[in-house]
């Protein structure tokens, strides 16, 4: 782990400003939108606009719909493969040694999704930042209409396949009884209530633990480490059992995850989430 930056998933908005011009720092806006479920499709939509208006000093963006993701698998938004995530990487300035800050303006749900995929593929410099574009620019500090030229780098990606679960890991998991399944959507998808999927409810044996509570305050900042290791303790029975987290496309999902690591707690991602899962008439639902 490097000195240089903090050993936690989060850098601050006063750290950033302090490195804005570091050439080690590549900063990341993957600003999106994601529609209530009670709306028509598609719901999911890049803020590609709003970046060529104003964002932070030297950011890259990244269509999080279609950068990082695997068009050809018929479930949405799934991550990329290999060759396509170093490549787009490797493309926007992102190499081996590069420390990625990524931020958004959905509570850092997106940014959270960039950091997932990047650990994922085992590169650890990569940080969210805590508060995002609201908070920065609630805190008046510089934007630009500015873009940032082409640096490209190379990166290389090393597969962690224990980070990334399966429909097929997930149902044998629950039927052993051998994992905490944390749903990050919202209580009303939870219960059946909403669905953007054929079928609605949850997966059998799932605990509802909306993305929304693991953070706080004006700028939904993370909460703070300690309020974060007694909550999941209260979801996840402190621990006993691995962790899985899922929401509709894994962002939200990688959120939790965020919040688990901040709270010195390990655990997975079910990639396909409800998106897969819930139009898969094999899966058991309740």
Known sequence: MSDFYPDTPIVTTQWLNDHLTDPRVRIVDIRGLILPPDQPKPHYFPKRQEYL?????????????????????PVPVQIAPPDKFAAFMSAIGVGDDTLVVGYDDHRSALAARLWWALRYYGHDAVRILDGGWHKWVGEGRATTAELTGPQKAIFHPHLRPEMRKTADDVLAAVAANAVCLLDARTSDEFSGKLSRAKRSGH??????????????????????????????????????????????????????????????????????SWGEWGNDLRLPIA
């Not at 030297?58 to 950068?67: C, E, L, P, Q, S």
Request: hydrophobic share 45%; net charge negative; aromatic share 8%.
């Open 203 to 272: 997966i059998s044996g799932a605990v509802s633990l909306p993305a929304l509570e693991v953070v706080a305050g004006t700028y939904e900042e993370l909460a703070p480490a300690e309020e974060l290791r007694l909550k999941f303790a209260r979801y996840a029975g402190e621990g006993k059992l691995p962790i899985i987290t899922y929401c509709n496309g894994g962002v939200s999902a990688a959120l939790l995850l965020a919040g688990m690591e901040m709270a010195g707690i390990e655990g997975s991602l079910y990639d396909g």
């Open 53 to 73: 208006q104003a964002h932070l000093p030297g950011a890259v963006f990244v269509d999080w719909t279609v950068d990082i993701v695997d068009l050809d698998d």
